[in-house]
């Protein structure tokens, strides 16, 4: 397990939560997604996100609109 502590920390986007920033990541292993420590801008709440649910903030010099993509769904084996 590493905790790694972002500085300066990342802003982006939490799916269905909204705006926040990360400000650690904490990598389990590779049978793992990555959990993002995001500090919420709504509420100032603090959750772990799994990586398929974070997607960067939109930013005009780097040619990214505000649409967000829908998030990815793992197929789960039967």
């Known amino acids: 397990m590493a905790l790694t502590q972002l500085d300066p920390p990342i802003p982006l986007h939490v799916v269905d939560r909204g705006a926040g920033f990360a ?3 904490i990598d389990y292993g590779q049978e ?6 995001v500090g919420m801008d709504d ?8 990586t398929p649910q974070i997607r960067l903030q939109s930013n005009w010099s780097m040619g990214r609109g505000k649409k967000l993509p829908k998030p990815r769904i793992a197929a789960v084996p039967d």
């Open 23 to 25: 400000i650690a990541v």
């Open 32 to 37: 793992f997604d990555l959990l993002w420590v």
């Open 43 to 50: 509420g100032g709440e603090v959750w772990c996100v799994p």
